[in-house]
């Protein structure tokens, strides 16, 4: 364990034992309205009591967070998610007995108990069931709902391990619950059920198909930054997810192409990591090169963790293969467009 006392504590949680003793020290310090860093199957989240808004504030200041950019809130049951929201229709009964827990927030209108600071001045909150065992059993033993924002400074990449929680917070947190690499790799579906049709406000790896079948009915998506008031949703800006390194996203039919690409953006290849799905080039000679699963949610599950990768190796630029150009793969394609913000696609 880090003996650094102004790096914050790491608990593993991998036996019954280890858990329980994590949990407790968890539950102690957000009942004392402190942070914690705790696993879920999406990303790892920066944790705090949802119904304490000085807690919630202080996720903010440690996360650089704009105040305009709202907190999902986490339960640990159907019943703990109807306390959190004035109304709890039909379809949200639809979609929780479908993908609860899982990484799908629903935005319904929020309780008076939930702090203005959680929904950025909304009447609305985002609330979620997350599927880990961790997390759950934090907000069990806590008895209240968790607000939990990923667990990294704002816009930068969200964290998928315990390392990556560490190296970027761990000098302003006390304790860093670790459950492993994240086993989805990517945030949750967020879909708006106070509207009609419900739109998606932001894609994951539960997308539109899925949610229509259950629903019975089309839903409607929304691009990031195309949004009226107050913002119901994390994830809208344009910019996010993003690596220190510069990123591309492009796509190439040869290495001619690709050539053509590194030139027209004044990128030497040596000081380039390269992220592919498909067959890597072989006549350039990149800093890196580093293939990804060409299943969806194998690649989501690691894409982030390539990205710190690349990150801690000092790469100059990173260049991704742009995803297939299908539904199943939009949450991709989202995240890397994001993280590509600001930069030429080609």
């Keep these: 364990m880090d003996t650094d006392k102004s790096k914050a504590k790491v608990m593993p949680t991998d036996t019954p034992e280890l858990m329980a003793q994590a949990v407790r020290e968890a539950v102690a310090l957000l009942r004392a309205g402190e942070l914690v860093a705790v696993p879920t199957e999406t990303v790892y989240g920066l944790a705090a009591n949802a119904l304490d808004q000085r807690a919630v504030a202080r996720i903010f200041e440690v996360k650089n967070r704009p105040p305009r950019n709202p907190i999902i809130v986490h339960v640990a049951s159907v019943r703990m998610a109807k306390e959190c929201v004035t109304e709890w229709p039909r379809t949200a009964d639809l979609l929780a007995n479908a993908f609860w827990p899982g990484p799908l927030t629903l935005v319904l209108p929020k309780a008076e108990c ?127 997810y993003a ?57 989501a599950r690691v894409l982030y963790a390539t990205l710190h990768e690349c990150d801690e190796a000092g790469a100059s630029a990173i260049i991704v293969r742009a995803p297939p150009e299908s539904s199943e793969w939009s949450a991709v394609a989202d995240r890397l467009a994001r993280a590509s913000a600001g930069e030429a696609h080609s």
Aim: charged share 15%; net charge positive; aromatic share 4%.
């Design 243 to 299: 690596p220190r390194a510069r990123l591309f996203m492009w796509r190439w039919d040869d290495e001619t192409t690709l050539r053509v690409l590194l030139t027209k953006h004044n990128l030497v290849a040596a000081s380039c990591h390269l992220i592919t799905h498909l067959r890597p080039p072989t006549q350039i000679k990149f800093g890196s090169v580093m293939v990804l699963p060409r299943d969806v949610r194998a690649y």
């Design 114 to 240: 939930i702090p203005e600071i959680v929904s950025a001045g909304g009447d609305t909150v985002g609330v979620r069931w997350p599927d880990h065992p961790v997390i759950h059993a934090v907000i069990n033993a806590c008895g209240f709902p968790l607000a939990a924002p990923s667990a990294n400074v704002s816009t930068q990449l969200s964290a998928t391990t315990a390392q990556h929680v560490q190296r970027c917070l761990g000098d302003k947190l006390q304790l860093i619950l670790d459950g492993g690499p994240c086993p989805i790799g990517i945030e949750s579906t967020v879909l708006d059920l106070t509207c009609d049709p419900p739109r998606v406000l932001r894609p994951g790896l539960i997308h539109e198909s899925a949610i229509s079948a259950v629903l019975g009915r089309t839903v409607a998506a929304v691009q990031a930054g195309k949004h009226e008031g107050p913002i119901r949703s994390p994830g809208q800006m344009l910019r996010h």
